[in-house]
Nanobody, 115 residues
């Protein structure tokens, strides 16, 4: 069983920045995939950014060039640095871990971009 906990959401003005954190129990070396997804009201959950294949990264098209995913293996933590935020980035952001063929989700953290 893997427990996943997100933090760092909040309210920010357009053009601002936020950093999200995701900490998972266990060792990150055992995770085949770890990253961020988001879901806005009335929309499907979509990929934001993730690590896979031992250290490769990929990003959703709408966040490329603005968001950066990074990791601290010693802390079992993945970060999402979000810059140049737009109102359309407003969503609940979820962290997902793939381990042992199973998927584990955090409870989500709300990000609201509004003036």
């Amino acid at each position: 069983q893997v427990q996943v906990v997100e933090s760092g959401g909040g309210l920010v003005q357009p053009g601002g920045s936020l950093r999200l954190s995701c900490t998972a129990s266990g060792s990150m070396s055992g995770f085949s995939d770890m990253g961020w997804y988001r879901q806005a009201p009335g929309k499907e959950r979509e990929l934001v950014a993730r690590f896979y294949g031992g250290g490769l990264r990929n990003y959703g098209d709408s966040v490329k060039g603005r968001f950066t995913i990074s990791r601290d293996d010693a802390r079992n933590t993945v970060y999402l640095q979000m810059n140049s935020l737009k109102p359309e980035d407003t969503a609940v952001y979820y962290c997902r871990v793939l381990y042992g063929g199973k998927m584990y989700w955090g409870q989500g953290t709300q990000v609201t971009v509004s003036s």
